[in-house]
């Protein structure tokens, strides 16, 4: 492990499903929507053993068909709008604000990466208490959707002095781990959010059960 002040590694943080413990608020706006087209509910261990992007071939997976326009618009509202309303009796994910204060105390930088909307996100991080904490916080700012990798290309570009390389992102999907790989990143990805571990391990790279375990792995792997 590197000494203090030698690790030049830079963290991206994902923050639904990783930061944030969001999955049951997820899985019960998801049930929210699914209801707008007929779908019983579903458990959330079903939601991580079937989760994809896009979210369109994740409610194909299920529903047995591609939703039409009208149907994807309707529930893409109602998921968002439930999800808002319960997204309030969320919690930070065990340890993550300590571990954001370590790594900043220690001199070392991090910033956030999500596809959430960033006019939602930003006041949402602010009201944890942890913004301080980051050099940059980036939300998606197109229509639901897009592609992380893409997401994470431009974060890189504004963050100007942070090489790729001397990066890794702690997600808790398969579209971080792809994203990183599109930068040139490493990435560790985390069991407590949207998928079930044999998904994140058929991704083949770091899985790991918490965020502890995750940073400290990040440690070792610096350059």
């Given amino acids: 492990m590197a000494k203090h002040g030698e690790n030049r590694t830079h963290l991206v943080w994902d923050w639904n ?52 326009d009208a149907e994807w618009q309707r529930m893409d509202v109602v998921f968002h ?31 956030l990466l999500s596809m959430h909307g960033h006019e939602q996100l930003i006041p949402t991080v602010r009201g944890y208490g942890i913004e301080e904490h980051f050099v940059r916080v980036d ?17 890189f570009a504004a963050l100007g002095t942070v090489a790729p390389e001397h990066a890794v992102v702690i997600g808790d999907a398969v579209d971080d781990a792809v994203a990183a790989a599109h930068v040139g990143a490493r990435v560790v990805l985390f069991t407590g959010g949207s998928h ?7 991704a083949g790279v770091p899985v790991v059960d918490s965020l502890a375990e995750a940073v400290a792995l990040a440690e070792a792997m610096a350059l």
């Fill in 139 to 155: 939300g998606r700012t197109g229509p639901s959707g897009g592609s992380k990798a893409l997401h994470m290309e431009r974060h």
């Fill in 196 to 202: 079930d571990r044999a998904a994140l391990e058929a």
């Fill in 81 to 111: 709008d439930a999800y808002a309303e319960l997204r309030a009796a969320c919690l930070l994910t065990d340890g993550a604000a300590e571990l954001l204060a370590g790594w900043r105390r220690d001199g070392r930088s991090q910033s």
């Fill in 17 to 68: 499903g990783t930061l944030l413990d969001d999955i049951h608020a997820v899985v019960g706006a998801t049930n929210s929507a699914f209801a707008e087209v007929g779908l019983a509910p579903i458990t959330v261990e079903r939601y991580r053993s079937t989760y994809c992007v896009p979210i369109p071939l994740f409610y194909e997976r299920l529903l047995g068909r591609t939703p039409n």
